[in-house]
C-alpha cells in the first residue's frame, strides 16, 4: 500500500478572522460543526409533562397481571407481554416481572419464546431453599 503525503503549507492571508459577527451566531455554527444543532437551553414545562404524568406501573401488578393470564391461557408467549401502545414504565415493570418470576422458578422461557409456569409451592423461607450444587443437580435431573 502507498500513502502520499505533502509538506505542510503556509496559509495564504492574515490568520486572524477580522470580520464582525454576532458571537451567538457563531457559537451556534460552532455547536452545529460539533454535532449539536442547538445550545443547550433549559427545558420547558411541556418536557417534563410526560414524565410527571405518567402512571406509576408497580412490579408487583404485573406479577399478578402475568401469573392470571398464564392460568387463564391467554399468555402464552414473550411477545404477549410487550407493547407499543403501552408506556414505557409499563413494559420496564413487565420485563422486570418477567425477570422476577423466572429468578424465583414460577416460569420457564424456552429459545422459542414460549412462557410455561410451574404450578408447585415452593417455600418461602432461604432455609428450606436448595444449594447451588443442588439447584445445578435438580436443574440437571430435569433436563434428562
Not at 414504565?89 to 419464546?113: K, P, Q
Not at 423461607?125 to 436448595?130: A, C, H, S
Request: proline fraction near 7%; hydrophobic fraction near 35%.
Amino acid at each position: 500500500m502507498y500513502t502520499a503525503v505533502r509538506q505542510p503549507q503556509k496559509p495564504e492571508g492574515p490568520a486572524e478572522y477580522s470580520r464582525k459577527q454576532d458571537p451567538d451566531r457563531l457559537v451556534q455554527a460552532w455547536f452545529s460543526l460539533m454535532g449539536r444543532s442547538q445550545r443547550r437551553k433549559k427545558p420547558t414545562q411541556e418536557r417534563f409533562e410526560p414524565l410527571v404524568t405518567a402512571p406509576f406501573v408497580s412490579v408487583a401488578s404485573r406479577v399478578a397481571h402475568m401469573l392470571r393470564g398464564m392460568l387463564k391461557g391467554t399468555l402464552c408467549r414473550m411477545g404477549q407481554l410487550f407493547s407499543p401502545q403501552e408506556s414505557r414504565s409499563t413494559n420496564v415493570a413487565t420485563f422486570l416481572a418477567l425477570l422476577e418470576l423466572i429468578r424465583a422458578g414460577r416460569v420457564r422461557l424456552d429459545e422459542t419464546g414460549t412462557l410455561t409456569m410451574d404450578r408447585a409451592r415452593r417455600p418461602r423461607n432461604k432455609q428450606n431453599q436448595p444449594t447451588g450444587k443442588e439447584a445445578a443437580a435438580d436443574a440437571d435431573h430435569t433436563a434428562q
